[in-house]
């Protein structure tokens, strides 16, 4: 039997999350918007570039070079419900739109070796004259949840994501234990950027941020009943007020939307990963580690840990209904 004790050092340590930049769009100008972190999508032949006040993401697609010039912004703000998050400002066209002419040909590139905290899913990343950090980061985020194969080209999109922020990182912390007298295995944590919790205000039914402050945290799962490799099990909002998240790993019948068939497993699996973007322009972050092993009421590394983390999860949870501790 694996050393739970020794995982829990593992699963219950605080982790840094990375995710930023602005939505590709026809218009020359990307407006803030809940999406505002994504640069395009599909790209390839990325190289970044960072002068003294403008970023160049050079890249190609479809065949054709793109120049865009991004500007603007840094870090995040805490949420607010009268204040826009901070949001890049992105012209396309590589100056031409904003300042009549080609300005991403005259940057010149100050970057430095980038010597800031790793990041997951990097493509390059650097340290400009000034002692921020700027990162661009590729994710697969729409890949269909339970463990299906994607059936639209949209959920193999590679995003592109760029980010620029100086101090701390976000916070992810990741906790995973059993529920529902531990039949089933369960996630749980909170999301954070220098103490304040990182939650939006509006959001769908289903989960998807509305306003520019909203964060989802996406779970892949390895190994599972899905098959082997890496699967998306799910994906789910950092609650208000608190930042806090929790997610059991039940049997699902399939979404609204996804092809007929039968009812899809329990995804828990030998290894789960983590990732959500940051507030505002701060990076993609992201956690992994090993799962646990099916509760044995004879154990009593698993008696103590399911009883530390039913602690931990009140501290956590607080009030919220959604999330109490089972």
Same mark, same amino acid.
Not at 77 to 90: A, Y
Not at 130 to 141: D, E, F, I, K, T
């Given at each position: 039997?694996?050393?739970?004790?020794?995982?829990?050092?593992?699963?219950?340590?605080?982790?840094?999350? +990375?995710?930023?930049?602005?939505? =590709?769009?026809?218009?020359?100008?990307?407006?803030?918007?809940?999406?505002?972190?994504?640069?395009?999508?599909? #790209?390839?032949?990325?190289?970044? /570039?960072?002068?003294?006040? *403008?970023?160049?993401?050079?890249?190609?697609?479809?065949?054709?070079? *793109?120049?865009?010039?991004?500007?603007?912004?840094?870090?995040?703000?805490?949420?607010?419900?009268? +204040?826009?998050?901070?949001?890049?400002?992105?012209?396309?066209?590589?100056? *031409?739109?904003?300042?009549?002419?080609?300005?991403?040909?005259?940057?010149?590139?100050?970057?430095?070796?980038?010597?800031?905290?790793?990041?997951?899913?990097? /493509?390059?990343?650097?340290?400009?004259?000034?002692?921020?950090?700027?990162?661009?980061?590729?994710?697969?985020?729409?890949? &269909?949840?339970?463990?299906?194969?994607?059936?639209?080209?949209?959920?193999?999109?590679? %995003?592109?994501?760029?980010?620029?922020?100086?101090?701390?990182?976000?916070?992810?912390?990741?906790?995973?234990?059993?529920?529902?007298?531990?039949?089933?295995?369960?996630?749980?944590?909170?999301?954070?950027?220098?103490?304040?919790? /990182?939650? !939006?205000?509006?959001?769908?039914?289903?989960?998807?941020?509305?306003?520019? *402050?909203?964060?989802?945290?996406?779970?892949?799962?390895?190994?599972?009943?899905? !098959?082997?490799?890496?699967?998306?099990?799910?994906?789910?909002?950092?609650?208000?007020?608190?930042?806090?998240?929790?997610?059991?790993?039940?049997?699902?019948?399939?979404?609204?939307?996804?092809? #007929?068939?039968?009812?899809? &497993? %329990?995804?828990?699996?030998?290894?789960?990963?983590?990732?959500?973007?940051?507030?505002? +322009?701060?990076?993609?972050? !992201?956690?992994?580690?090993?799962?646990?092993?099916?509760?044995?009421?004879?154990?009593? %590394?698993?008696?103590?840990?399911?009883?530390?983390?039913?602690?931990?999860?009140?501290?956590?949870?607080?009030?919220?209904?959604?999330? =109490?501790?089972?």
């Amino acid at each position: 039997m694996r050393d739970v004790a020794g995982f829990l050092g593992t699963v219950c340590r605080r982790t840094v999350l +990375v995710g930023t930049v602005a939505l =590709a769009a026809a218009a020359i100008i990307a407006p803030a918007a809940s999406a505002s972190e994504i640069l395009t999508r599909n #790209a390839k032949n990325i190289r970044l /570039v960072v002068g003294d006040k *403008y970023a160049v993401v050079h890249y190609t697609r479809g065949g054709k070079a *793109y120049h865009p010039l991004v500007w603007g912004a840094v870090n995040a703000r805490p949420p607010s419900r009268t +204040v826009k998050q901070v949001h890049f400002k992105i012209d396309y066209s590589g100056g *031409y739109g904003t300042f009549g002419r080609p300005i991403w040909k005259s940057v010149r590139n100050k970057c430095r070796p980038y010597d800031g905290p790793a990041l997951p899913k990097l /493509v390059v990343a650097c340290k400009a004259p000034n002692g921020s950090y700027w990162a661009v980061q590729v994710w697969r985020r729409m890949l &269909p949840n339970l463990g299906l194969a994607p059936w639209k080209a949209s959920q193999t999109a590679r %995003e592109i994501h760029i980010s620029h922020w100086t101090g701390a990182l976000p916070q992810l912390d990741i906790y995973l234990d059993w529920v529902y007298s531990q039949r089933f295995h369960h996630l749980f944590g909170k999301f954070t950027y220098k103490g304040e919790p /990182v939650h !939006g205000f509006v959001a769908t039914s289903s989960g998807s941020p509305l306003d520019t *402050y909203g964060r989802n945290v996406y779970v892949d799962t390895y190994n599972s009943a899905y !098959g082997p490799g890496w699967k998306r099990e799910n994906s789910f909002l950092a609650h208000n007020p608190r930042g806090n998240f929790c997610y059991g790993f039940y049997s699902h019948e399939r979404y609204a939307g996804y092809p #007929a068939g039968p009812r899809r &497993p %329990e995804g828990n699996g030998q290894a789960y990963r983590v990732h959500a973007m940051g507030p505002g +322009v701060t990076p993609i972050v !992201g956690w992994s580690g090993q799962g646990l092993s099916d509760y044995d009421e004879n154990d009593p %590394e698993h008696v103590n840990l399911e009883l530390s983390m039913r602690v931990l999860e009140d501290v956590i949870h607080g009030s919220d209904d959604g999330c =109490a501790a089972r």
